[in-house]
């Protein structure tokens, strides 16, 4: 049995059973004790602001083996951003809000329990995404499914925001309901710490829930997660992420899409500078992310790869030496782009003037390239040096690309998964030569074959890895590789 220490700020909380009431002057100045039993701990007090006393009763809980409700995880996860933004949970499809004439309703979830009946799901679904006592909890009806998407479903979409609260800043008349959901919750078997005996590091999985097109859907997700723990990886996915919190994981893998003047780049050298083992660098984003830079860096490094020019001028001399050197159609890209957008044909010399124009009022930089037909595109995914994944991706319909965009909203073409041993032998040595220009993490490598002929079209960092199609072949053992990965390097870096 373990013994239980409430550590609250509030010294008028009364707790009528066998249960320690301490403040938090109190827990720091009279644990951990000589011979003490297992000790758990569930801390009452504001944990809002960073570095306040209710964060260091959790950080120092962690510290001296108590296990500790909230976590710090949890704790930095609940903290507002830089933004003020709350922590947010989409809420399932299948929800049906309560009747209300307001867009939105405040609640408070008290262990994961709530006064209203109708709530109680939301309640559940909040704590076991936030293990925190008290939570100040919103629902949200989301606007960008507008008023006509919600009428015409019989669900209310939207979103739960959730913030951690201390007992002291609870409204009184709950104070009651908080104490007798703490006294059930002590009674109930405590299954938090169950991870921390399987597993050896933490990894934060950052995503965005918000994203058109993401590197991986929700079930790729949660493979990463399940095999993350076979390899001693306790994998949290977390949609917001700061520079400040990135120092409490050893490890962090952005399955994000990423840029450079970005969030996702910053948060990569943030923990780059705390010393975690990271996916993606920050050197494979500036790399991958700048089509002028690999395609230079092919040139020197004798790559494969379409005839190309960078161009700082759409004059009619320049265009018709693009022409004449490189042929028509001509492919223009933007030097930072993704998913095929900034990725334009022309099949005309005054085309080719009329777009690299508008091209090169956002970028210094076009990079054109020769037009290389083919009915599909390589993607040989390479990890540390070695290829683990192929596929074929074919052109979208009516189209000369994988993605077509259209308006906000965008197709793609079907798909074919080999295992890398029926891959032609020039377009693994293509992918692999083409990896080590750009370093040693997880890319996808593009690449067109014509006949005999393999082009190397560009070296994706954060490649997409999406339940039924890069894991195809491989399933969940392809998942197993990219998390024993990370395992070998934070085994290395010896913490």
């Known amino acids: 049995m373990h013994r239980t220490l409430i550590v609250t700020d509030d010294t008028q909380l009364h707790v009528d059973t066998d249960l320690q009431v301490l403040t938090f002057e109190q827990y720091l100045a009279d644990f951990p004790k000589l011979n003490e039993p297992k000790t758990r701990v569930i801390n009452l007090c504001d944990t809002g602001k960073y570095l306040s006393q209710g964060y260091y009763c959790s950080l120092l809980a962690q510290a001296r083996k108590h296990k500790v409700l909230p976590s710090v995880n949890v704790i930095n996860d609940l903290r507002a951003s830089e933004k003020g933004e709350r922590a947010r949970i989409p809420l399932p499809k299948t929800f049906r809000w309560p009747e209300q004439k ?156 990423t ?76 030097p930072e782009s993704s998913f095929s957008r900034g990725v334009f044909k022309v099949e005309t010399i005054e085309d080719l003037q009329v777009r690299l124009t508008d091209m090169l009022s956002a970028s210094a930089l076009v990079l054109v390239q020769e037009y290389v037909y083919t009915e599909y595109d ?45 891959v032609p032998r020039p377009v693994l040595h293509a992918a692999v030569k083409a990896a080590k220009v750009v370093g040693n993490g997880l890319y996808g490598v593009d690449i067109k074959q014509s006949g005999n002929k393999v082009y190397v079209i560009e070296v994706n960092d954060n490649p997409s890895i999406e339940s039924g199609v890069e894991d195809e072949y491989l399933g969940k053992e392809l998942y197993q590789l990219i998390m024993q990965e990370f395992a070998d390097r934070l085994e290395l870096r010896g913490r």
């Open 102 to 257: 307001n867009p939105s309703q405040t609640f408070y979830v008290l262990f994961g329990q709530t006064r209203e009946p109708a709530l109680m799901p939301i309640a559940s679904m909040a704590f076991r995404h936030y293990p925190c006592p008290i939570m100040r909890v919103t629902l949200h009806i989301g606007a960008e499914y507008g008023a006509e998407a919600v009428s015409k479903s019989g669900h209310k979409m939207g979103y739960v925001e959730c913030e951690a609260i201390g007992y002291a800043q609870l409204p009184v008349e709950l104070r009651a309901d908080c104490v007798t959901h703490l006294q059930g919750f002590t009674q109930s078997h405590w299954t938090q710490a169950r991870q921390s005996k399987r597993t050896r590091w933490d990894m934060a999985i950052l995503v965005n829930p918000h994203e058109a097109t993401p590197p991986s859907d929700d079930k790729a997700i949660r493979n990463f997660v399940k095999a993350a723990e076979k390899v001693g990886i306790s994998a949290q996915v977390l949609s917001e992420l700061t520079a400040d919190d990135v120092g409490h994981f050893d490890a962090l893998f952005i399955r994000e899409t």
């Open 259 to 334: 840029a450079i003047d970005h969030h996702t780049y910053r948060l990569a050298r943030a923990a780059e500078r705390e010393g975690l083992v990271v996916m993606d660098d920050t050197q494979s984003i500036l790399r991958c992310c700048n089509k002028v830079f690999l395609q230079d860096a092919f040139t020197y490094q004798k790559v494969p790869a379409p005839k190309s020019q960078m161009v700082s001028s759409a004059e009619s001399s320049v265009c018709q030496q693009l022409v004449d050197e490189l042929g028509l159609p001509l492919v223009l890209k933007l």
């Open 378 to 422: 390589w993607r040989i995914g390479v990890l540390g040096g070695k290829p683990i994944y192929a596929c074929q991706y074919f052109m979208a319909r009516n189209h000369w690309q994988i993605y077509h965009h259209e308006g906000d909203g965008f197709s793609s073409g079907d798909f074919k998964t080999l295992p890398t041993f029926e």
